[in-house]
């Protein structure tokens, strides 16, 4: 087995090839192929395709890439016998591991090959001209509405830049928005697993028909809590780092702009990697395991005013009901928002990202067949992300964060 992956540059490459031998193949025939993968050799869930060399599901490929370079650190706290099931999966990552190259999953089977005769479903061909027509319709209304809507930051900007790269061919921007699309997801995923330990700590209180308390204000509790709170952030800071360092295309940020895109996208951003922590019209980060940052506790370490808009914006987020996948396009989003280019030494990298992962942000949403009234409801959700950032930046230890 290979012990290293293959670069972004391979992938496409790879991909490109794929898509150019399929198009030849079945452009001029009459019958259309679905592909059955079965289940998953690995967890046993639904397959969803053939992932380094091996019928497998998104989740077990995402976890064999993670662990070319993480598996010598697993270890099996039972018998290294342990059962790989959809639901018990995350269980022990060594036996999973193990259950991976069992399998036979490997680098060196990733290729652009013939997929096996069992596998294929022929069917008459669906009429891809309907099809097209009636994307083509949604896309535009897409555009019409981008056009007609404004977006502070420039959310759906349609610039000359945009023109030549993204819109070449349907074939090079498909490929590249997948792209963008699977790694944001995989880098969102990555990135809110430390908050399930707090999601499972609320659900307990929650099941236990928990009230909330008044809170002790003597000046020991409450630095206890603004200690807890800025350590959390501090921890969020790190994250962001990595984030900017793993999202493709952030890497070429100047690094004089660095600190003012992090600044500018900080606590939004924090907000959607936490966000199935807003339960209820309440928010449940622990502060430890008995107390939650609730309303009463967020307004002790911010202020009501702030609590009571951020509280807000946050609810009207859960009421669109995004996918992960779209909440992870939304944090490159985020960080491209900034409210104070004018200070940036390079503005058109970060407005070129822009463009590509709103593109990126459209695609998902044409995939989730999002609505006029989605997307207007969206808008009005999203022109408040500046404003919740600069209210939380203003406050005092927003300022020690940063300086």
């Given at each position: 087995?290979?012990?290293?992956?293959?670069s972004d540059q391979e992938i496409l490459d790879a991909l490109s090839f794929e898509h150019s031998l399929n198009k030849k193949r079945t452009q001029n025939d009459k019958f259309e192929v679905k592909y059955n993968f079965g289940k998953c050799r690995i967890c046993k869930s639904e397959a969803t395709g053939i992932h380094y060399g091996v019928s497998s599901c998104e989740g077990c490929k995402g976890f064999f890439k993670r662990s070319l370079t993480r598996h010598k650190n697993y270890v099996c706290r039972g018998n290294k016998d342990c059962s790989i099931?959809?639901?018990?999966?995350?269980?022990?990552?060594?036996?999973?591991?193990?259950?991976?190259?069992?399998?036979?999953?490997?680098?060196?089977?990733?290729?652009?090959?013939?997929?096996?005769?069992?596998?294929?479903?022929?069917?008459?061909?669906?009429?891809?001209?309907?099809?097209?027509?009636?994307?083509?319709?949604?896309?535009?209304?897409?555009?019409?509405?981008?056009?007609?809507?404004?977006?502070?930051?420039?959310?759906?900007?349609?610039?000359?830049?945009?023109?030549?790269?993204?819109?070449?061919?349907?074939?090079?921007?498909?490929?590249?928005?997948?792209?963008?699309?699977?790694?944001?997801?995989?880098?969102?995923?990555?990135?809110?697993?430390?908050?399930?330990?707090?999601?499972?700590?609320?659900?307990?209180?929650?099941?236990?028909?928990?009230?909330?308390?008044?809170?002790?204000?003597?000046?020991?509790?409450?630095?206890?809590?603004?200690?807890?709170?800025?350590?959390?952030?501090?921890?969020?800071?790190?994250?962001?780092?990595?984030?900017?360092?793993?999202?493709?295309?952030?890497?070429?940020?100047?690094?004089?702009?660095?600190?003012?895109?992090?600044?500018?996208?900080?606590?939004?951003?924090?907000?959607?990697?936490?966000?199935?922590?807003?339960?209820?019209?309440?928010?449940?980060?622990?502060?430890?395991?008995?107390?939650?940052?609730?309303?009463?506790?967020?307004?002790?370490?911010?202020?009501?005013?702030?609590?009571?808009?951020?509280?807000?914006?946050?609810?009207?987020?859960?009421?669109?009901?995004?996918?992960?996948?779209?909440?992870?396009?939304?944090?490159?989003?985020?960080?491209?928002?900034?409210?104070?280019?004018?200070?940036?030494?390079?503005?058109?990298?970060?407005?070129?990202?822009?463009?590509?992962?709103?593109?990126?942000?459209?695609?998902?949403?044409?995939?989730?067949?999002?609505?006029?009234?989605?997307?207007?409801?969206?808008?009005?959700?999203?022109?408040?992300?500046?404003?919740?950032?600069?209210?939380?930046?203003?406050?005092?230890?927003?300022?020690?964060?940063?300086?």
């Open positions: 087995m290979v012990d290293k992956d293959m099931f959809p639901k018990q999966r995350k269980k022990c990552k060594y036996c999973r591991w193990m259950a991976c190259l069992k399998a036979g999953m490997s680098l060196s089977e990733v290729r652009v090959g013939r997929i096996p005769n069992h596998m294929k479903e022929v069917r008459p061909k669906i009429d891809t001209e309907t099809l097209r027509i009636c994307k083509n319709k949604f896309c535009l209304s897409l555009k019409n509405f981008a056009k007609s809507q404004r977006f502070d930051g420039q959310i759906f900007p349609n610039t000359p830049f945009a023109e030549k790269y993204l819109n070449c061919s349907n074939e090079s921007q498909l490929i590249v928005l997948s792209l963008l699309r699977d790694k944001s997801y995989q880098i969102f995923k990555e990135h809110a697993k430390e908050f399930e330990e707090h999601e499972k700590l609320a659900r307990k209180l929650i099941e236990s028909d928990y009230k909330p308390r008044d809170i002790v204000r003597t000046s020991d509790r409450v630095f206890d809590l603004k200690r807890k709170n800025m350590n959390a952030l501090l921890k969020h800071a790190s994250s962001m780092f990595q984030i900017i360092h793993e999202l493709p295309g952030f890497q070429r940020i100047n690094k004089h702009d660095l600190p003012r895109i992090l600044s500018d996208g900080f606590f939004v951003i924090f907000g959607l990697r936490a966000i199935k922590l807003f339960i209820n019209d309440d928010y449940y980060f622990m502060l430890d395991e008995s107390t939650p940052m609730n309303r009463e506790v967020f307004a002790l370490l911010t202020s009501e005013g702030v609590r009571d808009y951020a509280f807000d914006f946050y609810s009207k987020f859960k009421k669109l009901n995004l996918t992960d996948q779209e909440y992870a396009l939304l944090i490159p989003i985020f960080l491209t928002m900034s409210t104070s280019s004018s200070k940036l030494e390079s503005p058109e990298i970060l407005k070129e990202l822009s463009e590509y992962y709103s593109k990126a942000l459209l695609y998902e949403f044409s995939l989730n067949n999002r609505n006029d009234e989605f997307l207007e409801n969206f808008r009005k959700v999203i022109s408040c992300a500046p404003k919740v950032n600069k209210m939380c930046q203003e406050l005092e230890y927003g300022k020690e964060v940063f300086c």
